[in-house]
């Protein structure tokens, strides 16, 4: 079953505008996390946020995690054309990580030059 | 630079064929997973292992199985290949650091299987 929904579905914008992309999921969680994934290939780890996070920095990335509304947005500042890919939010469910994350459908991003 | 590597870019099989999808990682990662990715669908959860010799089912498990008999290896096996399988199968790993309840994936390039 899908936990994580992506919101939007697709986003384009000129580079060095900032692209903000929606998570939402259902049950509780213990951490999210958000992934980059570059056409026809393997995704990116790009930053985690355990439950008892609100907000957490990585670079141009900042991410939000709101468990009462279940939701989760990952911000990036200064778009580059390199941005340009699909942004994925997962949601794991135990402490030690061994049950798999669930994925949503993603964020299908695209930086105009 | 630590790898998660699946042994083929690209497969094409037959209907009915036993297919093997491997996957080698060098980072003595203790977790090892494999989803397939389709348009619309995201990616699911079809195996993950925690250690050798250890398997639990994902989301999707029908249809497949797997195998982990070293630590570093862990394969995906198409009993009987069918055309609904043809899709994009992506291997990920992580550890278990004490301490640090839970830790991002690292996936493999993807190996995109079609069924003909």
């Given at each position: 079953s899908q936990q994580g929904e992506e919101d939007p579905q697709a986003l384009s914008i000129q580079?060095?505008?900032?692209?903000?992309?929606?998570?939402?999921?259902k049950t509780s969680i213990n951490n999210l996390q958000w992934y980059r994934q570059n056409s026809g290939r393997?995704?990116?780890?790009?930053?985690?946020?355990?439950?008892?996070?609100r907000e957490k920095h990585s670079g141009r990335l900042r991410v939000t995690l709101d468990t009462s509304k279940k939701s989760s947005s990952l911000l990036i500042t200064a778009?580059?054309?390199?941005?340009?890919?699909?942004?994925?939010?997962a949601t794991g469910h135990s402490g030690g990580g061994a049950d798999g994350l669930t994925f949503g459908k993603g964020t299908h991003l695209i930086i105009q030059p | 630079d630590v790898k998660v590597t699946q042994s083929s870019r690209y497969l094409v099989k037959r209907t009915?064929?036993?297919?093997?999808?491997?996957?080698?990682?060098?980072m003595d990662h203790e977790n090892m997973f494999w989803y397939r990715q389709d348009p619309g669908l995201g990616l699911r959860l079809i195996y993950f292992s925690y250690?050798?010799?250890?398997?639990?089912?994902?989301?999707?498990?029908?249809?497949?199985?797997?195998?982990?008999?070293?630590?570093?290896r862990f394969s995906l096996i198409l009993e009987s290949?069918?055309?609904n399988q043809t899709s994009m199968y992506l291997c990920a790993s992580s550890p278990i650091v004490v301490g640090q309840p839970a830790h991002g994936y690292t996936f493999g390039s993807g190996t995109r299987l079609t069924v003909v």
């Open positions: 580079e060095g505008e900032n692209a903000t992309m929606n998570c939402s999921y393997g995704l990116v780890h790009l930053i985690l946020i355990r439950s008892n996070e778009s580059r054309a390199a941005d340009t890919a699909s942004y994925f939010c | 009915g064929e036993k297919v093997f999808l491997e996957c080698v990682q060098d250690d050798v010799k250890m398997k639990e089912k994902g989301d999707i498990p029908e249809g497949y199985s797997v195998s982990r008999e070293k630590k570093e290949a069918s055309t």
